[in-house]
């Protein structure tokens, strides 16, 4: 599956939640979709799963746009932070009504993890606790087996064990049969050694889309005195400075193995340091 997003701006009255935003995913891998809360993420998932429409551009899955297309929507599993079910639908009623749709529904694997979240098939949503429903919702995301699974916040509730359970389940997953997934999340350092490339939006605009390994190898922190390490960042693509008594920290994309030889202390920014430092200028970057 191919998902090109071209030109899609969304705006709500005078409110513009995206704009003019544009890249491609290509086949299946699990992108990382960052971003601070109010930077368009969960209106652009629902742009994507054919929710609803964007004011200009358009999102193509396949060449085709999935708004009132239900052969690509069945092909797309949209799970959000919460009020994916109907309340008074009962557990096993939902799991049926989703097996309906989805061609490639894994009825087992459904099986398997309502016993392993100890749901209860008769249980109703409306009596479900926050933790209970979002393991409702991770189980129809993996069952569905949707070609396109994307997960936005899916875990609220969960404790650290459960949401380390349902990671382990979703790579396992991945890695038994190969798909799209795209994870939207606040909680980084809990899942960024999954994600094989990353996106970060921010006010509504792409600022950074990049291979996972390529920032992990190429982004950094080099520190040392001032003019040192303003001479070093001169040609270098510079996300931020900081300066205390003499010293220079900057965070750069460049080549780690020539700050070391230059006698640098060099260290590697985490993926949400990175979103940090990105979000807080508000800029776009590109690795050289």
Wanted: proline share 3%.
């Amino acid at each position: 599956m191919n998902v090109d997003v071209c030109n899609v701006t969304k705006r709500y009255d005078q409110d513009t939640v995206l704009d003019n935003v544009s890249f491609r995913l290509n086949g299946p891998q699990i992108y990382g979709l960052l971003g601070r809360n109010g930077a368009g993420k969960t209106t652009f998932m629902d742009i994507m799963a054919g929710n609803t429409l964007a004011s200009s551009g358009n999102v193509l899955i396949n060449g085709e746009e999935p708004f009132d297309n239900e052969g690509v929507n069945e092909t797309i599993c949209l799970i959000k932070e919460s009020n994916n079910f109907k309340r008074d639908l009962k557990i096993k009623e939902i799991l049926r009504v989703f097996s309906f749709f989805y061609p490639n529904w894994d009825q087992p694997l459904a099986d398997q993890l309502i016993q392993e979240y100890q749901l209860k098939p008769h249980a109703k949503v409306k009596t479900l606790s926050k933790g209970m429903e979002s393991a409702l919702g991770i189980i129809v995301g993996l069952a569905s087996k949707a070609p396109i699974t994307i997960f936005d916040e899916p875990y609220i509730g969960l404790d650290a064990a459960a949401r380390k359970n349902f990671y382990m389940k979703m790579l396992e997953e991945f890695e038994n049969e190969k798909r799209m997934i795209i994870f939207s999340t606040h909680l980084i350092d809990e899942v960024s050694l999954m994600f094989h490339e990353v996106l970060i939006l921010q006010e509504g605009r792409l600022v950074l889309q990049e291979s996972a390994e390529v920032l992990r190898q190429r982004s950094c922190a080099v520190s040392g005195s001032v003019l040192d390490v303003e001479a070093f960042i001169k040609d270098k693509e510079v996300i931020e400075t900081k300066q205390l008594a003499g010293t220079m920290t900057a965070y750069i994309f460049g080549n780690i193995k020539e700050a070391k030889k230059q006698g640098f202390h060099v260290e590697g920014i985490p993926i949400q340091e990175l979103m940090i430092h990105l979000t807080e200028k508000g800029k776009g970057a590109s690795i050289k």
